[in-house]
């Protein structure tokens, strides 16, 4: 999973350009321009993902058109009005383009946000708990990974119907269950150090040894299964639009763009090719965000 | 990577590996074997001392038909979620009083929410997954939703199977050739190419597919139609985009975990004692190391089994191929609860037999499992 595997400390520093301090110590993450930001693959990630980010927010406001109003042939190909062409319905790609990049977005950081409160919280609930609260807890969690996460939002929709809020209910349920387990095995390997149990000897109460304690040490391996999980994210959002089960018609949205119009994609492809590559961007680029993280850490903590 | 606090039973740990695509995996555990939690395999007497791996499948057999009864019970919830009737939702709007009571009473709409899924439970026993909603409505002549999905599972039973045909071999090879190549141009090569495909979804990828092979190079169909009652073998043009885009994502994911465990293995002891033993390095690869790397694969394998669980719903609506996902979609669209219950516990159970078998399979192959002694 990281190619330094087999290679000697030495080595590793070197390839990273790294001389000095190698990495990481503990509990101190630096946040001052973090130093998997200053490898290429971070930069470029970085750099592609403000960019998709970019489009996505201000594009609502530059947008040339409305999203919904016709104003050509449909599927006819790019002209000096329309630079991407026209969609199945003659409304304008670029348009919707520049429209349906934010229903992406908030379908997939809104949930994560959820996802990560409440996976933190079980997680580190369960991990301290000495009772009963831990087994149950952790039960609780494996009932929604019975079966594939997709099945699982299909079966939500059909009975709760179509919308932004079930699809976001429905991806944190997916979600979190990972974020829990990841998060207690955290907190039950910081828990065994020494400072928490000065901590506990101390008095002090489960809150503030969540948050003081165990939270800061348990950073790292969280921010190392984000990139993944929100390009987990993306993709279900996105998917589930695709499917024609998110966001109702007229609305833009890159994943219900792709399914809409791939009837006339020998005449216009734009209209496709255009938010395929978008969200490809996008899910690339959380990736090598995320990737660039977990080498930063080195092996040790990597395999977490 | 075991996970020793896990009591016994139901969830003890592999039960269900991930609930994510499989690439959240790639940060989770890699190339460690598999949690073991749940081999642990007593050298008691009698039953469990004599055959300690029968008294295993036994128990993993049990545990997971506990985890389908879970999962049952999690569908029926789920697909009740909203009090909303479900026959007025099939019927439409402009249906009468008389049919909408008529539809209800055929589905058993009136009775109460625990008798519905005892005799839905009951149902499945005896190979009857129940009268699909829609069907029953349009007033067709066969509504049995076991009639109705098996077709549709055979076809897509053909499009998992190909992939997997393809995706063992290829991603040992390719992961074992990054591997070797560690740390080198190619193995970069490999790594950031695989990152990138393996992010995509899959119908981001399906879709260049389409436009290259499709409207750049007019050689393979954008839809994958293939007519009622027909075999896909029939159509092997057909079904190229579909295996291509499965294979695209479980390969990335599968050849990197299967480098990881190369590597494992080519720093081992005893890889170090052959290469000394001077035995030639292609055998010492293939045969040392890519060998061992093989148990914890097993579970890769597995993963990638049940990623296409999920990544078949949406090809198959990609690509318009008339197999159990988009069956499913469909079915989803016209609220035909009944069919999407059928449908979704039989791929839960496909799922938790996956995920046994691969177990048993580990179980088998590390002979270090089997004894009691770990």
């Known amino acids: 999973m990281n190619n330094l595997a087999g290679a000697k400390p030495k080595d590793i520093a070197r390839r990273r350009g790294q001389t000095d301090d190698l990495v990481f110590y503990g ?243 734009w209209s496709v090719v255009v938010p395929a590559l978008l969200l490809a961007m996008l899910t690339i680029s959380v990736n090598m965000l995320g990737d660039a993280y977990v080498r930063s850490l080195g092996r040790s903590s990597a395999s977490r | 990577m075991s996970s020793p606090d896990r009591p016994d039973g139901v969830h003890s740990e592999p039960a269900v590996p991930s609930a994510l695509p499989f690439q959240i995996q790639s940060v989770a555990s890699v190339g460690a074997l598999p949690s073991v939690g749940s081999a642990r395999l007593t050298r008691a007497t009698g039953m469990r001392g004599r055959h300690p791996l029968v008294w295993y499948i036994a128990r993993r057999v049990a545990a997971g038909v506990v985890t389908l009864l879970v999962a049952s019970a999690l569908i029926f919830v789920a697909t009740n979620a909203l009090p909303g009737n479900v026959a007025e939702a099939v019927l439409g709007k402009q249906a009468t009083p008389q049919r909408v009571a008529l539809l209800e009473r055929e589905l058993h709409l009136n009775d109460s929410f625990v008798s519905r899924y005892g005799s839905w439970l009951v149902g499945t026993l005896h190979g009857d997954l129940g009268q699909s909603a829609t069907e029953l409505a349009e007033g067709a002549s066969s509504t049995s939703v076991t009639g109705l999905i098996g077709r549709p599972l055979f076809n897509s039973g053909v499009l998992a199977m190909l992939t997997v045909i393809l995706l063992i071999p290829l991603s040992l090879l390719v992961g074992t050739l990054a591997a070797v190549r560690s740390g080198r141009c190619s193995d970069y090569a490999i790594s950031y190419a695989s990152l990138a495909l393996g992010s995509l979804p899959e119908f981001v990828l399906g879709t260049f597919l389409i436009v290259i092979f499709f409207s750049a190079l007019h050689v393979l169909p954008p839809v994958a139609l293939v007519p009622l009652g027909s075999s896909p073998f029939a159509h092997p043009n057909a079904l190229v985009l579909p295996v291509l885009t499965l294979l695209g994502i479980s390969l990335a994911f599968c050849s990197r975990q299967v480098r990881a465990g190369v590597i494992e293995s080519l720093r081992q002891d005893y890889v170090t004692a052959a290469r000394l033993g001077g035995i030639r390095e292609r055998r010492v690869l293939w045969r040392y190391a890519l060998r061992n790397a093989l148990a914890p694969s097993v579970q890769t394998f597995a993963q990638a089994t049940q990623y296409l669980l999920g990544g078949i719903i949406i090809v198959e609506s990609l690509f318009a191929y008339p197999g159990i996902g988009q069956l499913l979609v469909q079915e989803v669209l016209l609220r035909d609860v009944t069919l999407v219950q059928g449908i979704t516990l039989v791929l839960a159970a496909i799922y938790i037999a996956i995920n046994i078998a691969a177990d048993i399979l580990v179980v088998w192959l590390v002979p270090k499992l089997r004894t009691g002694f770990q």
């Open chain 1, 27 to 269: 509990s101190s993450v630096r946040l001052h321009w973090p130093r998997f930001l200053r490898t290429l693959q971070g930069i470029a990630g970085l750099v592609v993902l403000v960019f998709v980010v970019g489009v996505a927010l201000i594009g609502p406001l530059v947008a040339p058109h409305s999203l919904s109003a016709i104003v050509g042939l449909p599927g006819n190909g790019p002209g000096p009005a329309a630079p991407l062409g026209y969609d199945f319905l003659g409304r304008d790609v670029l348009s919707r383009v520049l429209d349906g990049g934010r229903p992406v977005l908030v379908l997939s950081t809104v949930p994560i946000a959820f996802t990560y409160l409440i996976g933190i919280t079980v997680g580190m609930v369960a991990g301290l708990s000495r009772s009963l609260v831990d087994p149950v807890l952790m039960r609780v969690v494996d009932v929604f990974i019975v079966f594939p996460p997709l099945l699982l939002l299909l079966l939500l929709i059909v009975g709760a119907g179509t919308g932004a809020g079930v699809l976001m209910v429905g991806l944190v349920l997916v979600l979190f269950p990972g974020v829990a387990r990841l998060v207690r095995t955290a907190t039950l390997e910081a828990s065994t150090t020494g400072y928490v149990e000065a901590a506990v000897a101390r008095g002090e109460s489960m809150f503030s040894l969540m948050r003081r304690e165990i939270l800061p040490n348990i950073t790292a391996p969280i921010l190392a299964d984000l990139g993944v999980r929100f390009s987990a994210a993306v993709i279900f959002a996105a998917g589930v639009n695709f499917l024609g089960l998110g966001s109702s018609p007229p609305a833009a949205n890159w994943g219900l763009m792709i399914s809409e119009n791939r009837e006339i994609i020998n005449t216009n492809p």
